[in-house]
Protein backbone atom coordinates (compact mmCIF):
# COMPACT_ATOMS: atom_id res chain seq x y z
CA UNK A 1 0.00 0.00 0.00
CA UNK A 2 1.24 3.15 -1.07
CA UNK A 3 1.71 5.92 1.74
CA UNK A 4 2.97 9.41 1.62
CA UNK A 5 3.59 10.88 5.26
CA UNK A 6 3.80 14.66 5.57
CA UNK A 7 5.07 16.06 8.96
CA UNK A 8 6.47 19.70 9.72
CA UNK A 9 3.81 21.94 8.93
CA UNK A 10 2.74 24.44 11.86
CA UNK A 11 2.68 28.40 12.47
CA UNK A 12 5.62 30.23 12.06
CA UNK A 13 5.99 34.51 11.66
CA UNK A 14 6.58 36.50 8.46
CA UNK A 15 10.26 35.88 7.38
CA UNK A 16 10.56 32.44 9.17
CA UNK A 17 11.22 29.67 7.98
CA UNK A 18 10.00 25.75 8.15
CA UNK A 19 11.04 22.31 6.65
CA UNK A 20 7.87 19.77 5.33
CA UNK A 21 8.94 16.06 5.14
CA UNK A 22 7.23 13.57 3.03
CA UNK A 23 8.14 10.09 3.72
CA UNK A 24 7.20 7.54 1.28
CA UNK A 25 6.59 3.87 1.05
CA UNK A 26 4.85 1.33 -0.39
CA UNK A 27 6.44 1.67 -4.09
CA UNK A 28 9.02 3.22 -5.70
CA UNK A 29 8.46 6.73 -7.81
CA UNK A 30 9.82 8.72 -10.84
CA UNK A 31 9.12 11.85 -9.34
CA UNK A 32 7.95 13.58 -6.52
CA UNK A 33 6.56 17.36 -6.03
CA UNK A 34 4.83 19.51 -3.59
CA UNK A 35 1.33 21.56 -3.78
CA UNK A 36 -0.15 23.94 -1.74
CA UNK A 37 -3.63 24.81 -1.67
CA UNK A 38 -5.08 28.39 0.40
CA UNK A 39 -8.83 28.39 1.01
CA UNK A 40 -10.81 29.18 -1.86
CA UNK A 41 -8.01 28.17 -4.24
CA UNK A 42 -7.06 26.09 -6.76
CA UNK A 43 -4.11 23.40 -5.71
CA UNK A 44 -0.55 24.63 -7.32
CA UNK A 45 2.34 23.54 -7.47
CA UNK A 46 5.36 24.69 -6.13
CA UNK A 47 8.25 21.96 -6.44
CA UNK A 48 9.04 18.96 -8.20
CA UNK A 49 11.83 16.75 -8.39
CA UNK A 50 12.72 13.64 -10.85
CA UNK A 51 13.31 10.72 -8.55
CA UNK A 52 16.21 9.14 -10.64
CA UNK A 53 18.17 11.91 -11.86
CA UNK A 54 17.16 14.12 -8.69
CA UNK A 55 16.53 17.56 -11.04
CA UNK A 56 14.79 19.77 -9.43
CA UNK A 57 11.76 23.07 -10.51
CA UNK A 58 9.88 25.50 -8.64
CA UNK A 59 7.18 27.63 -9.77
CA UNK A 60 8.35 31.36 -9.90
CA UNK A 61 6.73 32.43 -6.20
CA UNK A 62 8.79 30.27 -4.69
CA UNK A 63 11.83 29.94 -6.37
CA UNK A 64 14.96 31.16 -4.65
CA UNK A 65 13.09 30.64 -1.49
CA UNK A 66 12.12 27.03 -1.21
CA UNK A 67 14.10 23.98 -1.50
CA UNK A 68 12.95 20.46 -2.08
CA UNK A 69 16.04 18.23 -1.92
CA UNK A 70 15.81 13.75 -0.97
CA UNK A 71 17.02 11.15 1.56
CA UNK A 72 17.34 8.26 -0.98
CA UNK A 73 18.26 6.28 2.22
CA UNK A 74 14.94 6.93 4.03
CA UNK A 75 12.74 7.45 0.91
CA UNK A 76 12.04 10.86 2.01
CA UNK A 77 11.59 14.01 0.18
CA UNK A 78 11.50 17.58 1.88
CA UNK A 79 10.64 20.82 1.42
CA UNK A 80 12.73 23.62 2.63
CA UNK A 81 10.60 27.11 3.00
CA UNK A 82 12.88 30.31 4.02
CA UNK A 83 11.82 33.95 3.87
CA UNK A 84 7.93 32.94 4.23
CA UNK A 85 5.02 35.72 3.77
CA UNK A 86 1.42 35.67 4.89
CA UNK A 87 0.63 34.47 0.73
CA UNK A 88 2.47 31.38 1.61
CA UNK A 89 -0.20 30.26 4.08
CA UNK A 90 -1.79 27.05 2.56
CA UNK A 91 -2.05 23.05 3.03
CA UNK A 92 0.65 21.64 1.58
CA UNK A 93 0.57 18.27 0.14
CA UNK A 94 3.32 15.73 -1.18
CA UNK A 95 2.28 14.15 -4.52
CA UNK A 96 4.29 10.98 -6.05
CA UNK A 97 4.46 9.82 -9.53
CA UNK A 98 4.40 5.97 -10.70
CA UNK A 99 4.44 6.91 -14.36
CA UNK A 100 7.63 7.62 -16.56
CA UNK A 101 8.93 10.59 -16.37
CA UNK A 102 11.18 12.22 -19.30
CA UNK A 103 13.57 14.90 -18.98
CA UNK A 104 11.82 17.40 -21.11
CA UNK A 105 9.15 17.44 -19.04
CA UNK A 106 7.94 19.46 -16.16
CA UNK A 107 5.37 18.16 -14.05
CA UNK A 108 3.94 20.52 -12.66
CA UNK A 109 0.01 19.80 -12.83
CA UNK A 110 -1.82 17.87 -10.12
CA UNK A 111 -2.88 14.91 -12.69
CA UNK A 112 1.05 14.52 -13.46
CA UNK A 113 0.86 12.90 -10.08
CA UNK A 114 -0.87 9.44 -8.91
CA UNK A 115 -0.23 9.36 -5.31
CA UNK A 116 -1.03 12.10 -2.45
CA UNK A 117 -0.15 12.55 0.99
CA UNK A 118 -2.77 14.01 3.31
CA UNK A 119 -1.68 17.33 3.75
CA UNK A 120 -0.46 19.64 6.36
CA UNK A 121 -1.08 22.91 7.54
CA UNK A 122 1.64 26.17 7.33
CA UNK A 123 0.41 29.60 8.54
CA UNK A 124 2.31 32.28 8.48
CA UNK A 125 1.76 35.06 10.55
CA UNK A 126 2.27 38.83 9.30
Known amino acids: QVQLAESGGRFVQAGGSLKLSCAAS??????MGWFRQAPGKEREFTAGMRWSSGSVYYEDSVKGRFTISRDNAKNTVYLQMNSLTPEDTAVYFCAARGRTVYDTIYYRLPNDYDYWGQGIQVTVSS
Open 26 to 31: GRSFYA
